[in-house]
């Protein structure tokens, strides 16, 4: 078999365990086929879960991640798995927000990267988290991140 740009890919088409900790999950990424055109590439987890590090109890988010691709793809799979590797750590929510924000953006360098963490309430209080890297670039269409402010049962 010749040498692709998924050659690399170790965790993509077999069992793979989700990781012990955010630091244990291993990113992994291909070379961007379309690296000579700039668009956005929009990754939606309505389901992420991780630990309140004082008390244990579970935390729910929805997080919206958008990036303007450089050079390089986050291979999907090993998102998904370092995202997942959350649901036993403990951190507030905007230190996990942030934490993932910042290890994509190194491991990608992409041109844009933003993340909108919508944090379901606890105690009553919804905290939002947002982060980017900059002003985004122009002439590419960004979607509104289209989660509307926590409204409780009204």
Not at 18 to 25: I, S
Request: overall charge negative; aromatic content about 12%.
């Amino acid at each position: 078999m010749s040498e692709s740009i998924y050659s690399g890919l170790t965790q993509l088409g077999g069992a793979t365990p989700l990781p012990a900790n955010p630091d244990a999950a291993e990113l992994e990424r291909v070379q961007n086929p379309q690296a000579d055109l700039a668009y956005c590439v929009r990754f939606v987890a309505p389901e992420f879960t991780s630990l309140c590090p004082m008390t244990g109890a579970p935390d729910f988010a929805h997080l919206v991640i958008d990036y303007v691709p450089g050079q390089w793809l986050v291979e999907s799979k090993s998102l998904k798995l370092y995202l997942g590797s959350f649901r036993n750590h403990g951190a507030f929510h905007e230190d996990c927000t942030i934490t993932i924000a910042r290890r994509l953006n190194d491991f990608l360098s992409p041109q844009w990267l933003r993340i909108g963490g919508y944090w379901y309430p606890r105690g009553g209080i919804p905290i939002d988290v947002f982060w980017q890297t900059g002003p985004a670039p122009e002439g590419i269409w960004i979607p509104d991140q289209g989660v509307a402010p926590y409204r409780g049962r009204g």
